[in-house]
């Protein structure tokens, strides 16, 4: 089992930036695929941007060139850089792991509560 617990959400004003953050917990090793997930109210949750265990990374893009993603193993944190959020970035934010480290969406099993935020004009 492994425990996701995000932080770092909160209220910003259009261009703002924010970071959020994802500690691992438990069965926590390097082999994960690691992802950040949005989900604003009214719509479908959708990917944002993932990290394998190469540190390859693959983002969504709405947010290429704005956001970057990046883990620290030896913490078992994983990170979401935010910048230049714009109104339509407004969402709760999950973090997620695929244990088979393929970085398949129907593969990550493993999801923290979220935590949420708001980009005013």
């Known amino acids: 089992q492994l425990q996701l617990v995000e932080s770092g959400g909160g209220s910003v004003q259009a261009g703002g930036s924010l970071t959020l953050s994802c500690a691992a917990s438990?069965?926590?090793?390097?082999?994960?695929?690691m992802g950040w997930f949005r989900q604003a109210p009214g719509k479908e949750r959708e990917e944002v941007a993932v990290?394998?265990?190469?540190?390859?990374?693959t983002y969504a893009d709405f947010v290429k060139g704005r956001f970057t993603i990046r883990k620290d193993d030896a913490d078992n944190i994983l990170y979401l850089q935010m910048n230049s959020l714009e109104v339509d970035d407004t969402a709760m934010y999950s973090c997620?792991?695929?244990?088979?480290?393929?970085?398949?969406?129907?593969?990550?099993?493993?999801w923290g509560q979220g935590t949420q935020v708001t980009v005013s004009p």
């Open positions: 997620a792991a695929d244990p088979t480290g393929l970085c398949v969406r129907s593969r990550f099993v493993y």
């Open positions: 438990g069965n926590t090793h390097s082999g994960y695929c």
């Open positions: 990290i394998d265990s190469d540190s390859s990374t």
